[in-house]
């Protein structure tokens, strides 16, 4: 059939004289729809009627104009209906004496269309297409300005532009992405920049872009829809008159339109920015699979589209962007950032890496040319005022934040409360059940809300789920606003759930900690879920401890000292242990609890003795068994006193820490309690183990042994088979060692504790290692790296790095031995340990001469004997001077090799370590048979054979002798 363009209908219409002719024409009137639709559905038979009448005497045409909406969308949806319009006769056979209707008339036109639509001025049905006018201009090129210093989005950009890029195929889906995230992180700039380089290439968008600003959290200013249509369809070259006033015909016209320029090689790219809710952005995108837009929003958008969520920039991109800034607005020889790079970098961290917030110092500093960068750092460190500082003009963070605020409470005031009390925890994030305790909510609830303002991006979720965190100036933000609404939002009741929920849990979790529990509480099923919980919840239990008494709660630090303290203990947490004692003391002094007192004077005492400061532990052990003896706290005074013992014994004052040793093990005989008593015998035995007293160690640990099974104490029995397993293997009894140790590993594993378990799987692998088992030293050394990771015992992985590079050696993986054993000459060197460094350097020697890097092998055992000479460690010294002359002789350097052998017998030899000087004699009798002197090497190697003689049968006996016999007859074979 002939296609009427809109323009044409439009010109048609404005002129009644023509209006039968137009709508014979069409088959069916059509023009802009008026609100004047009919009130209810009519039959075919009167609506029919009124056309043909207002045919024949044209009068109100914007009646026919409804009319004929009210038919189509009839027959849409109604089969009978369309049935009857289809047998409606047309035309020539309604006016049989019009001339119009004689053969070859327009009206011999008849236009069937079943299953079609109206679109305002274009009517498509299935053989009816839109005429797109030839000189339609571009849609739009009137993209906002986009900034000069744009930085930091490089893989952001690449993504949204492959997107956006030309395809044959045709998508099944909306070309669409939607940029979401907080307030200020750039989400508008990253979509201007996409767009202006998306339509600078050729053929891209031809058909130009179409752009619009919502305004979305402003209740006041924001766009509907609608309203961006009008402006967009004249972009389009659609004519004022033909835009239809119904939304929804709006909409089918725009996406009508929309699909007829890319059907026609002119692809247009919407941009929609700063959109609130998928309801604003669902009838401006195009559904032609072709066009496409790009939109921005502050919520995560359900709108069948890619999400791209914009986190904030990255710590050198934020300083960059600062550089770029003062260097656009004043000129290359702004040279602030250079030269105070460390000032730039704490403005960055202050301003939260937040885009919006860096462009504001930004432009502060370039206000100010004369202004050091240190001087904001300053302004910016006071966080009370940090808001007030990061304004310039008409941009402010807090305003940014403030339409996000205001936005929330108008769709959710629950959510909004939420929002204000979360800064009232004070630790670096909340999970769901604090949150849920924190707002008077159930769980689910809670959750629901929280993932609210996760879509709202006021918060997000942490790495762990079910946990949740707020950027820095939000929270900032959040804290005044709840400061503002306390009262109304009843934030005092809210702490104090907050509290009592942490200290609850953490009391049902430590009592699981310290041993099984007969009816476990709700709060906390078992000894995994407890451990889980305070990991997660540890650095909030610290903030709460340390900030409570401010706020109002002075019982929650001393409740979280107890409690806390053995997950401190298990988790190497020390500094923690000191920071709870700190703040629990004055509380205790000021309530004059004498007993609460003491526990914080004995858990100021485990924090310096557990990481090996005895010294200090001291004072606070003997403050602390005064202050139960005081409080007659009979059970506690035993538990500091045994504790002294140990602090003391290590201070090297035996006498003293025998009597208090005794003193504890009265006290818990006299009171009867055998678990306590066994967790005493477990202390004196670390002490006498660690003070190498192994006689007494053993005795002690075997009656320690029977006490702790009999009162069932797992871990006491098994620190006391680590510590049996530890003197075994000082007193050359190995494989007795080692089966205490498995023995050990297997109750630890059995109870969970993960960090006991990897410290004595080191011990089993180190002492594996001792007797030539590499393969399953390596295994066992490798489990103890995977608790230590598991657990935070970052020191326990440390302690074996030396094992387990002595492992991988034997195994003859040179490579990785090396690098192990770099790593733990690295620690040495970091603890300024150079006895230990000297075993490392020497280590490392032997692994680069395994691997023949002689000279590498050699500068390092050059360091390693400097050092245990300083030491006046001559055994090890000797060993590297050993080595040193094998490094030495396959380098060609004879005569220092031969030097560096003797200066080895000599040491070996004043030791009287005659297996050792068998070993060296054999090299040098090696060394100096390769290098062409057999009558000096048949001397040492005489004098070897002589000491493996009287030795026995040892591993170098079988070299000495075939060296022997090569130098008798002349050869010269290598050891």
């Not at 590079?805 to 790593?823: I, N, Q, V």
């Amino acid at each position: 059939m002939e296609v009427i363009s809109a323009r044409r209908l439009a010109e048609l219409s404005a002129r009644r004289d023509e209006a039968r002719a137009a709508w014979r024409e069409l088959g069916e009137l059509v023009s802009s729809p008026v609100p004047e639709r009919p009130a209810s559905p009519l039959p075919v038979s009167s609506a029919s009627a009124e056309l043909r009448a207002l045919e024949r005497a044209p009068g109100d045409l914007r009646r026919a104009q409804a009319l004929s909406v009210a038919l189509a969308e009839r027959a849409a949806v109604d089969p009978d209906f369309r049935a009857g319009l289809d047998d409606w006769p047309r035309g020539s056979r309604d006016e049989p004496n019009d001339p119009a209707s004689a053969p070859g008339s327009a009206s011999d036109v008849a236009n069937h269309v079943h299953g079609g639509t109206f679109f305002s001025a274009v009517f498509q049905g299935r053989d009816i297409t839109v005429q797109v006018p030839r000189e339609t201009p571009l849609a739009g090129s009137g993209l906002p300005v986009r900034a000069a210093n744009f930085t930091g989005r490089d893989e952001q950009l690449a993504e949204l532009l492959d997107l956006l890029r030309p395809r044959t195929e045709r998508h099944d889906g909306p070309v669409a992405a939607v940029v979401t995230g907080l307030a200020g992180v750039g989400k508008t700039e990253l979509v201007l920049q996409a767009a202006a380089r998306a339509t600078a290439e050729p053929g891209w968008f031809p058909g130009g872009v179409l752009f619009a600003d919502l305004l979305g959290y402003d209740r006041d200013l924001r766009l509907l829809p609608e309203r961006v249509l009008g402006p967009w369809l004249s972009a389009l070259g659609i004519a004022d008159a033909d835009i239809p006033a119904d939304p929804r015909a709006r909409v089918a016209l725009y996406r009508s339109v929309l699909a007829a320029c890319a059907e026609h090689g002119r692809r247009v790219l919407v941009v929609i920015d700063n959109a609130s809710s998928a309801d604003e952005v669902l009838p401006l995108l195009p559904g032609d699979g072709r066009n496409a837009a790009l939109v921005t929003s502050r919520h995560t958008l359900d709108v069948g589209a890619r999400l791209c969520e914009l986190d904030v920039l990255a710590a050198d991109a934020s300083v960059d962007l600062i550089r770029n800034v003062l260097r656009q607005a004043r000129g290359p020889h702004d040279t602030r950032v250079a030269d105070e790079p460390d000032d730039a970098l704490r403005i960055a961290e202050y301003c939260g890496r937040l885009p919006l917030a860096l462009r504001i110092c930004s432009a502060l500093l370039a206000d100010t040319p004369g202004r050091p960068l240190a001087s904001l750092a300053q302004a910016l460190a006071d966080a009370q005022r940090r808001l007030d500082h990061l304004t310039r003009e008409d941009r402010a963070v807090r305003a940014a934040f403030d339409l996000s605020h205001q936005h929330l409470e108008q769709v959710s005031p629950a959510c909004a409360r939420l929002f204000r009390l979360l800064p009232l925890n004070s630790g670096p994030d909340i999970g769901t059940s604090a949150a849920a305790h924190l707002c008077g909510a159930d769980e689910t609830t809670a959750e629901v809300m929280l993932r609210d303002l996760a879509r709202a991006h006021l918060i997000e979720p942490a790495r762990t789920w079910g946990r949740w965190r707020m950027h820095g100036l939000v929270r900032l933000y959040a804290d005044e606003r709840g400061a503002a609404r306390a009262d109304a939002d009843q934030a005092q009741a809210a702490l104090a759930r907050l509290m009592d929920y942490y200290v609850r849990t953490a009391v049902a979790a430590d009592a699981h900690l310290k041993g099984p529990v007969p009816s476990p509480a709700p709060l906390v099923r078992d000894r995994a879920q407890a451990l889980s919980w305070l990991e997660d919840e540890f650095a909030n239990l610290i903030c709460a401890a340390a900030f409570a008494t401010g706020l109002g709660h002075p019982a929650v630090p001393v409740a979280l000292s107890y409690c806390l303290a053995e997950f401190c203990s298990l988790r190497l947490h020390f500094e923690e242990m000191t920071l709870l004692a700190a703040v629990a003391l004055p509380v205790c002094r000021w309530t004059g609890d004498r007993a609460a007192e003491g526990w914080a004077q004995h858990l100021l005492g485990l924090s310096v003795l557990l990481p090996g400061r005895e010294q200090e532990a001291v004072e606070p052990f003997r403050t602390a068994a005064s202050l139960f003896r005081e409080a007659g706290a009979d059970d506690n005074e035993a538990s500091a006193l045994t504790y002294l013992a140990l602090a003391l014994a290590h201070a090297g004052r035996a006498a003293e820490a025998e009597e208090a040793n005794q003193r504890a093990l009265a006290i818990h005989r006299r009171t009867g309690d055998r678990a306590a008593e066994g967790r005493a015998v477990v202390v004196d035995s670390a002490r006498l183990t660690r003070t190498g007293q192994d006689d007494e160690a053993v005795a002690a640990l075997r009656k320690g042994l029977l006490v702790c099974r009999e009162s069932g104490d797992r871990f006491g029995e098994g620190r006391l088979l680590g510590f049996l397993g530890l003197v075994h293997g000082r007193n050359g009894q190995e494989e007795q060692g080692i089966e205490a140790l498995e023995q050990a590993v297997s109750i630890f594993r059995d109870i969970g504790d993960r960090r006991v378990e990897g410290e004595i799987q080191g011990d089993i692998g180190e002492a594996l290692v001792r007797v030539g088992r590499f393969a399953q030293a390596l295994r066992a050394l490798e489990e103890a790296a995977a608790c230590a990771e598991e657990s935070g015992s970052a020191s326990n992985e440390r302690r074996r790095l030396a094992a387990h590079g002595a492992a991988l050696h034997w195994l003859g993986r040179y490579d990785e031995a090396e690098k192990t054993l770099r790593r733990a000459l690295a620690v040495r060197r970091e603890e300024d340990d150079e006895p230990n460094q000297a075993v490392l350097l020497d280590s490392l020697g032997a692994t680069l001469l395994a691997a023949r890097r002689y000279e590498e092998a050699a500068d390092h055992l050059r360091q390693a004997i400097a050092l245990s000479r300083k030491a006046g460690a001559r055994a090890g010294e000797a060993e590297s001077q050993n080595r040193l002359g094998l490094a030495l002789s396959k380098t060609g350097q004879e005569a220092d090799a031969t030097a560096a052998f003797r200066r080895a017998l000599a040491v070996f030899r004043e030791r009287g370590d005659s297996e050792r000087e068998a070993i060296v004699l054999t090299n040098l009798g090696s060394h100096l048979l390769a290098s062409g002197h057999p009558a000096e090497a048949d001397l040492a190697l005489r004098q070897a054979m002589t000491l493996c003689q009287k030795l026995g049968d040892i591993p170098v006996k079988s070299v000495a002798a075939t060296l022997l016999l090569a130098s008798r007859l002349g050869g010269s074979s290598g050891a």
